[in-house]
């Protein structure tokens, strides 16, 4: 244990650093990028130190100015000592050599990973333990409970609590401001959070940022809901099952995704927001996460079983996936899908699927069927509970999204006629996301055409929108070098001629 | 891309880590802990950032005054751009898919990791696969090839180059220095790199310290080697298989160091060096690195074959490794030993080791045998062409040793009469490292007894050394603590009574 004065500096690593003088750190027996934990008061934190012989004192740590939220101050007395080994090491070792985790090390694993008592390699090796061994049954359910005990946990006064799941990969798809407003038309409390895209073109919070404001506080959003029934809002702003953040960042490099991790991922955040009723969108085809029925079919049997040990009523539906959803890709472009939908007008893969969607959950809650989500979308009663929504958040419901698009644009046209075959969803995503989106708002991809409709050469394709030059000019080089529309011969019946 | 001027700043963060202004930074898309590419002529290394809006200036990049080495000066123009995602993630996808990766994969990845372009995240997810995957006789191959290719290799005009390399986990165990000794003066060459402790309480590199100065570039250690035959430096301080470090630094935390890695990682280094005949010392018994006969024995072949590969001659001596081997462990005991074996006394067991080892490779190469090494050094031969090396890499041969032992002392004697059935290698290396081995030198534990002698109740079983006070009572919390010597009934030759 050593005594040290802090000492502000103008810093900001990323990653919790704090910087030594290379003899205080020496006489702890520590080298750079060791970690160690930092004491003041009752809260102690693990950082890893940078060393220097002149930028800091001796008898001193150099900590960022941010600590000042602690009550910190220049010259104040910290207490550091080299940090322990954790406990969670010899339970990544164990994953590692294929054994079964219990319960106790479970909770020791996920509450070493929410004190950020583990390095990333060490996260990196976790990750791929977990990808490599799966987990069982038994390890998913209480990783899940774990990561809900780890964070914030919602409670609703009202009865009818759902929610809804996308497992993703499908570009556009924003089903989930259209199924929102008609479920909670319909008399049911959905509060809703979402992601912000990490590798796709808009995550539903981007998205919805078009429409009014996404960050609130948990006394907020009760609030809101209070108000509505629902809230549409970024779930990244809360303290709601931290870990899983912290293991997602983890898996994103490498794109691992085990299924056990996945279904602790998805409800572990539902069930710390009050979740009785669960919808998981489970959408199959190639180019999107799940690309084979079977997977599908037994992602969806073990999503339901989890869910009921964690007193959750989990439906779930395969839907296509084969291709984009919507015309729009991008956060304006998808906002204006939305809301043409709920005007009852709109691409018709995008209303269906949200109707269908809608329809389920008010199935599963005995709350009516497709004919009632149907009703409430066609009587307009869906865009008025949306709008309601969009000013609890701040919003206006009267914004012009056209004013709002990438004022450069180029259009693509079909170089031969045909029946389109396929729409890549890979290279959709990664043009929209070259065009700007999902940070710049205005940026992205609207299609002209679907699967399985047919084309003449010089038709438009589909436009990119940017709001920047340089930016249109790479998606478009993108364009170019990969395949986005497959455009078959105008009949298509022969597979094969012997 | 973005042109920047160098400014030097005196930090040392273990991981490569360039500042940024915050300004510079954000006009990139850059956050911090984000990586970028940083070019200057020819050479490009992957860093990640830390931005600050005071400590550099616009238009500067804050660099480790170590990067002169590569020709850059206090304003040199140094280009940077956001990194790529580097093709290895597919790599390492592959290897946690369990598919053989191919030479081509190998070399790329091996690249990356050279390059820093790998994260934490990344690299320990990498070793997590090899760790489960294992290593295949091809890969292992082709990974040395890879990790020699990357880093400075060493040409020498003589003939018989030889090297040694222990698997290690055993203290004391100072063969070394008397085995390069014995092999010098019978007139093979041994350019001997050597590395200090990780989780020892002394590497070879922190013994010989004691003696003379071990950090040397590889003209000094070609001017060394021509005049002595041999050297006992530190291998850290030179660019040999730098990618093996960084592999290295990732298993550590984990213990993670499977076979194939570990035999890339030893033959690599060796091979680097250039030489031609390698021993290895397996040591074997509980409280070593290999506790299994049938482990030690496939270790053995698969070294000989990759060596065989590598166009190195590879023996390998299986030994006992029970318990600490020499009474000394800590760099000023350790040294104390190697000098008093050298004078022909000193602990039996470390003599007979040396002997043993600097025999075979007197026969791989056809110099002689165990007669020859131990007349060379009974003669004082050995001794003599020891203080060669000393002297000339700035050591002085009179030194007085025990001068420099720590001022703390303290004697643990036996609480029973017995025999001694088991010394603790693990509760040895605690107690030695609390003391302050290897930072502090006179720091330490001297043993008395060795397993299978006889002591009577009150005797001297070992000295703790320690520079500091406070460091002697930790490591007495540890003797405390933990069994350090096994004491059995006198005679003990009944196993069971049944």
């Known amino acids: ?111 070493d990973i929410d004190q950020n008592r583990l390095t990333d390699i060490e996260l990196g090796a976790l990750v791929a333990a977990i990808y490599v061994h799966g987990f069982s049954e038994r390890e998913t359910i209480n990783t899940t409970k774990a990561m809900v005990k780890h964070g914030e946990q919602m409670a609703w006064d009202k009865k009818c609590i759902v929610d809804k799941h996308s497992i993703g990969g499908v570009p556009g798809n924003r089903t989930t401001p259209i199924v929102v407003a008609i479920v909670a038309a319909a008399g049911l409390t959905i509060p809703k959070t979402s992601s912000r895209a990490i590798t796709s073109p808009a995550g539903t919070a981007d998205t919805m940022e078009v429409f009014c404001d996404v960050s609130f506080n948990i006394r907020q959003i009760k609030h809101i809901v209070n ?33 056990g991790q996945v279904i602790a991922s998805v409800l572990s955040k539902k069930k710390s927001a009050g979740s009785k009723y669960v919808l998981i969108d489970i959408p199959l085809g190639d180019g999107a996460k799940v690309s084979k029925i079977e997977k599908a079919r037994n992602l969806a049997k073990r999503f339901k079983l989890v869910g009921r040990k964690l007193d959750m009523h989990v439906e779930c539906a395969i839907t296509k996936g084969d291709g984009p959803i919507g015309r729009g890709i991008g956060p304006v472009l998808e906002a204006i899908d939305i809301v043409e939908i ?64 990438g004022r450069y ?40 055409f679907k699967k399985g409709q047919k084309v003449n050469r010089g038709e438009k394709l589909f436009d990119v929108y940017a709001e920047r030059k340089h930016k249109l000019k790479n998606a478009l080089d993108m364009v170019n070098c990969c395949r986005v529309y497959i455009i078959g011969p105008k009949e298509n019946m022969l597979i094969e001629e012997i």
């Open 227 to 259: 108000k509505t029934n629902a809230c549409l809002i970024w779930g990244g702003s809360l303290d709601i099952a931290p870990v899983d953040d912290k293991l997602l960042r983890a898996e994103y490099p490498l794109s691992l995704d085990p299924e």
């Open 1 to 111: 244990m050593l005594k040290l004065k802090a000492q502000f500096m103008d810093f900001e690593p990323g990653i919790p650093i704090v910087k030594l003088n290379v003899e205080d750190a020496t006489d702890l027996g520590l080298r750079p990028h060791d970690r160690i934990e930092v004491t003041y008061k009752k809260t102690t934190k693990t950082a890893y130190i940078e060393t220097t012989s002149t930028m800091i004192r001796l008898g001193h740590i150099g900590l960022r100015k941010e600590s000042r939220r602690y009550g910190i101050k220049e010259g104040t007395v910290i207490r550091i000592r080299p940090a322990r080994r954790p406990e969670s090491l010899d339970i990544i070792k164990k994953k590692l050599d294929d054994i079964e985790l219990k319960k106790e090390e479970i909770d020791k694993l996920i509450r």
């Open 342 to 405: 709920l005007e009852g007008k709109g691409p018709k893969d995008l209303r269906e699927k949200s109707i269908e969607l809608a329809a389920l959950m008010l199935k599963m809650t005995g709350h009516g069927d497709e004919e009632k989500a149907r009703r409430i979308l066609d009587s307009g009663r869906a865009l008025k509970k949306f709008n309601e929504i969009i000013v609890a958040q701040n919003g206006d419901p009267k914004k012009d999204f056209q004013k709002m698009l």
């Open 409 to 448: 644009k180029e259009s693509i046209c079909a170089d031969t006629s045909g029946t389109i075959e396929q729409i890549s969803n890979t290279a959709i995503s990664k043009i929209a996301r070259l065009a700007g989106a999902p940070k710049d708002k205005g940026a992205g991809v609207y299609l002209y």
